[in-house]
């Protein structure tokens, strides 16, 4: 009785694989002969075949299969398993294409194996001593050849591997850095052992992308994905990935983003301190120094820099006349901002006209919001829609800031912004018998501060918001207090 307590569906794992880029199934022939040591010379063909068939064959002069069993057993161990420096972990490799092939031959050392159209297998022995050559015809456009081909060459083989896709030897590409990293991989610590996440340290190497092709990132010369950063990264050991090996998971590529901005600090511009790679890379504390994200912050905003305090407009104009570049503190993530902040990076408080330099705001509870107050809450909001073309949030607070109200928005041209009123510097009777005059001024004023800069609270652009908004106001509503109506049905 066999031990075995499965069976496989060929037509099953074949819809598991449909649909895949034909590079991505072809990439496990070749992944399968760089992983054996024997192994000096992998050659790689696709060419049509008839009508709407593609023929790919791929030879290698290794010592052929151990057993002959894993040309056609998914999921047997395999001593890949314990061994970090090789790609092999589950016994799929060619299995993936051959299941959606028409038909296939894998001839090896002593034995050809067979799988006809009709299905199955056939299994005999021959007088082969060298090298194995797997042939598969399966379904495909002719329009899927050259991609496949272009993927292919981009590979990086290893050294002293003879490596040819269509008869074109794709060489050896030198890369410009080296560095030892401890990134995270998976291993089988003994025969039979499950596979399980580890770290260990590797070498990672940088290239220089060839061709205007995007950056990949690599597991040991075979590319995983597209990366956005100007470096290919190739790993030298086991990558943890998903079954179809397309893609690492975000926390990996933070740590191969980070291990990436050490090695190449030194040569890192202005413009790319900007990149999103670099400010990934900048909140793995655990990889990035305080001195490299140092270095970071002074080529991306220069050493006279400071974050601008969204309730706080005259610190901002004072940091600004004193020389100060102000940056918007909401174009930073809440963990790369702390680490600026902990290698020098200050923001305007240190200007601060009023002693709560950075003042706590009290939001006012629903329970204490009068009908008045939200009476000339609707009326900004009126105001705005009319003006501006969309209704602002609406707030009201108390707090020790000097300001009668601020109005704040996201980054963004198109961000809606919010207004809250300080209704502890407003003076009693503010709200009532809206709308006022006072009150149309006070909205108007707010309102400017869309299209003003945050840094600079009342520079050129905020002064011609504002008179663009009065003037807009007149033309539109010439009887204003007529036409909204305070009951909220305008």
């Known amino acids: 009785m066999s031990k075995n307590r499965f069976e496989v569906s060929t037509e099953g794992m074949a819809l598991l694989h449909d649909g895949r880029p034909l590079w991505s199934l072809v990439k496990e022939l070749v992944a399968n002969a760089w992983d054996e040591p024997s192994v000096t010379r992998c050659e790689v063909d696709i060419q049509p075949s008839e009508r709407g068939l593609i023929k790919v064959t791929a030879y290698d002069n290794g010592s052929g299969f151990t057993n002959i069993e894993d040309s056609y057993t998914l999921f047997a161990p395999t001593p890949k398993q314990r061994n970090a420096e090789v790609r092999g972990r589950f016994n799929l490799g060619e299995k993936e294409l051959i299941s959606i092939a028409r038909d296939a031959t894998i001839e090896t050392v002593g034995h050809t194996v067979v799988f006809p159209s009709s299905g199955g297998k056939k299994v005999r022995t021959n007088k082969r001593t060298s090298g194995t050559l797997i042939t598969v015809t399966l379904q495909g456009r002719k329009d899927q050849i050259e991609p496949t081909i272009t993927k292919l060459r981009s590979f990086l083989p290893p050294v002293g591997m003879t490596y040819t896709v269509n008869g074109v030897r794709i060489k050896d590409r030198k890369p410009f850095c080296g560095k030892v990293a401890k990134l995270p991989t998976i291993l089988a610590s003994a025969p039979g052992q499950p596979i399980r996440r580890t770290e260990r340290n590797t070498k990672m190497y940088l290239y220089t992308p060839v061709g205007g092709v995007k950056a990949q990132i690599y597991e040991m010369g075979i590319p995983i994905q597209k990366i956005d950063m100007p470096y290919d990264v190739n790993i030298m050991q086991k990558v ?222 905020y002064v011609n918001t504002l008179t663009d908004l009065a003037a807009n106001l007149y033309l539109k509503n010439p009887n204003l207090w007529e036409v909204f109506d305070v009951s909220g049905k305008e």
Request: glycine share 8%.
């Open 240 to 461: 943890p990935l998903p079954p179809n090996r397309d893609v690492v998971s975000p926390k990996y590529l933070q740590a191969v983003f980070a291990e990436t901005l050490v090695a190449t600090i030194h040569t890192l511009s202005g413009d790319e301190a900007s990149a999103s790679w670099v400010k990934t890379a900048v909140e793995d504390r655990n990889r990035t120094s305080d001195a490299t994200v140092k270095a970071v912050m002074e080529e991306r905003f220069g050493e006279k820099v400071m974050i601008s305090q969204p309730f706080d407009k005259d610190a901002n104009e004072s940091a600004f006349v004193a020389g100060y570049d102000l940056i918007n503190g909401r174009s930073l993530s809440p963990v790369e901002r702390d680490r600026y902040k902990e290698n020098g990076l200050q923001t305007t408080a240190k200007f601060s006209s009023h002693t709560d330099q950075a003042p706590e705001l009290t939001l006012l509870k629903p329970k204490d919001i009068t009908p008045d107050m939200e009476k000339v809450g609707r009326y900004a909001q009126w105001l705005s829609e009319k003006l501006l073309g969309f209704k602002c949030g609406i707030g009201w607070y108390k707090g020790g800031n000097k300001y009668l109200a601020c109005y704040s928005k996201a980054a963004g041209e198109s961000a809606i912004g919010t207004m809250v009123f300080n209704i502890s510097r407003l003076r009693k009777g503010f709200f009532t018998n809206a709308p006022t005059s006072d009150q149309t001024s006070l909205i108007l004023h707010e309102l400017a501060h869309q299209n003003g800069s945050e840094e600079r609270a009342h520079g050129v652009e």
